[in-house]
């Protein structure tokens, strides 16, 4: 994992550049992530950020091929103030034309070509702009994919290589498993013969537990339980006697007690890649919503980085402000000052 060894603890700036609603304010992106917020990132010890971006930021549906100025300059400016502070940056295209990780009913990507060639535009045109940027910059292609099987994001991602290796022939470069990024597909994705390639994974396992209550998701929301960390899942059998739809899912937790011994199981198809590849991988997104207990996002927190620093595994947790996840709250305030130093831990 040496190439990864300066990405070893960092944080989502989620909500910033990406998930900021339905219209987009100048307002919010000129005060939701400041300079400071960098520099206090820097200061609890971490060494890099994860920076979502939706692509209205930087390119507008009614203008394809277009790119605004504004908009890339939020992103400059931001690995500008991380390059002061010391910290790298791992750059997230979050939403592409055709396709985002929320709306799968309405996504085209993979059936437009259009939209295909507008994500490979973007990242040529970001592999130019950001061509002096290349020690502390990594280029993430696309989040959370979900298809039936990776075979055309195996396809669009080998494009996507291509078209930044014609401007820069050792960028890292980032791709992530199928599924929502899922440990469980790492096996799917194809290993280029390219040595600055990274395979990303995502880990929210169990589900139940780290989006305990999820308002925007069904089953958490008609599950409803507080659940503590580590514990069994409250009358989950029961549960899904009564919502068949959701048992193939989860199962498997029935009568089984969430731990760190649970936890490493879960993670054994990344290890199992690595073995088998010889390749890099991170884990781009974790994390535990505010609805569970304090106590136990903690212990989930400790578990899971305990995992990946014995594993030498890089990660960024979800997020640094707000969005349900938040290390600090929407005015900036640090939620708990432990949670913090655990997910900053080295």
Same mark, same amino acid.
């Given at each position: !994992?040496?190439?990864?060894?300066?990405?070893?603890?960092?944080?989502?700036?989620?909500?910033?550049?990406?998930?900021?609603?339905?219209?987009?304010?100048?307002?919010?992106?000129? @005060?939701?992530?400041?300079?400071?917020?960098?520099?206090? *990132?820097?200061?609890?010890?971490?060494?890099?950020?994860?920076?979502?971006?939706?692509?209205?930021?930087?390119?507008?549906?009614? /203008?394809?091929?277009?790119?605004?100025?504004?908009?890339?300059?939020?992103?400059?400016?931001?690995?500008?103030?991380? %390059?002061?502070?010391? +910290?790298?940056? &791992? +750059?997230?295209?979050? %939403?592409?034309?055709?396709?985002?990780?929320?709306?799968?009913?309405?996504?085209?990507?993979?059936?437009?070509? =259009? /939209?295909?060639? #507008?994500?490979?535009?973007?990242? #040529?045109?970001?592999?130019?702009?950001?061509?002096?940027?290349?020690?502390?910059?990594?280029?993430?292609?696309?989040?959370?994919?979900?298809?039936?099987?990776?075979? #055309?994001?195996?396809?669009?991602?080998?494009?996507? &290589?291509?078209?930044?290796?014609?401007?820069?022939?050792? %960028?890292?470069?980032?791709?992530?498993?199928?599924?929502?990024?899922?440990?469980?597909?790492?096996?799917?994705?194809?290993?280029?013969?390219?040595?600055?390639? *990274?395979?990303?994974?995502?880990?929210?396992?169990?589900?139940?537990?780290?989006? =305990?209550?999820?308002?925007?998701?069904?089953?958490?929301?008609?599950?409803?339980?507080?659940?503590?960390?580590?514990?069994?899942? @409250?009358?989950?059998?029961?549960?899904?006697? =009564?919502? !068949?739809?959701?048992?193939?899912?989860?199962?498997?937790? *029935?009568?089984?007690? =969430?731990?760190?011994?649970?936890?490493?199981?879960?993670?054994?198809?990344?290890?199992?890649?690595?073995?088998? @590849?010889?390749?890099?991988?991170?884990?781009?997104?974790?994390?535990?919503?505010?609805?569970?207990?304090?106590?136990?996002?903690?212990?989930?927190?400790?578990?899971?980085?305990?995992? !990946?620093?014995?594993?030498?595994?890089?990660?960024?947790?979800? @997020?640094?402000?707000? !969005?349900?996840?938040?290390?600090?709250? /929407?005015?900036?305030?640090? *939620?708990?000052?432990? +949670?913090?130093?655990?997910?900053?831990?080295?």
């Amino acid at each position: !994992m040496e190439m990864m060894k300066n990405y070893q603890a960092g944080v989502n700036l989620g909500g910033w550049l990406s998930q900021y609603g339905a219209e987009l304010q100048k307002e919010h992106l000129d @005060t939701f992530i400041v300079e400071a917020d960098i520099k206090r *990132i820097a200061e609890w010890g971490m060494d890099h950020v994860r920076l979502p971006v939706d692509y209205p930021i930087i390119e507008d549906d009614a /203008a394809p091929f277009e790119y605004k100025a504004d908009g890339v300059a939020y992103i400059g400016n931001c690995i500008g103030w991380c %390059r002061k502070y010391g +910290l790298n940056v &791992v +750059l997230d295209l979050h %939403r592409t034309a055709g396709y985002s990780h929320a709306t799968l009913a309405a996504n085209s990507l993979f059936d437009d070509q =259009q /939209a295909q060639l #507008r994500f490979l535009s973007i990242w #040529r045109m970001l592999a130019e702009t950001l061509i002096h940027e290349r020690e502390h910059v990594v280029f993430d292609l696309l989040n959370e994919i979900v298809e039936p099987d990776s075979s #055309r994001w195996n396809a669009l991602a080998r494009k996507a &290589v291509q078209v930044i290796r014609e401007i820069d022939s050792d %960028r890292k470069i980032i791709v992530g498993s199928n599924h929502y990024s899922s440990v469980y597909t790492l096996n799917e994705l194809d290993v280029l013969d390219d040595p600055n390639i *990274i395979y990303t994974f995502h880990f929210y396992e169990s589900h139940l537990f780290t989006h =305990q209550k999820a308002y925007w998701n069904e089953i958490f929301v008609k599950y409803g339980q507080e659940l503590a960390y580590p514990g069994e899942f @409250t009358g989950l059998e029961a549960f899904l006697e =009564q919502n !068949m739809e959701y048992r193939k899912a989860f199962e498997r937790y *029935i009568g089984v007690r =969430q731990d760190k011994a649970l936890m490493a199981r879960e993670l054994e198809p990344v290890l199992a890649f690595v073995e088998k @590849t010889g390749r890099p991988v991170y884990c781009g997104e974790y994390g535990v919503i505010e609805n569970a207990p304090m106590q136990s996002r903690i212990n989930w927190h400790r578990d899971f980085i305990d995992l !990946m620093k014995a594993y030498k595994i890089g990660r960024t947790v979800w @997020t640094y402000k707000s !969005m349900d996840f938040g290390l600090t709250d /929407a005015a900036g305030n640090i *939620i708990n000052e432990e +949670l913090v130093k655990i997910a900053s831990e080295k």
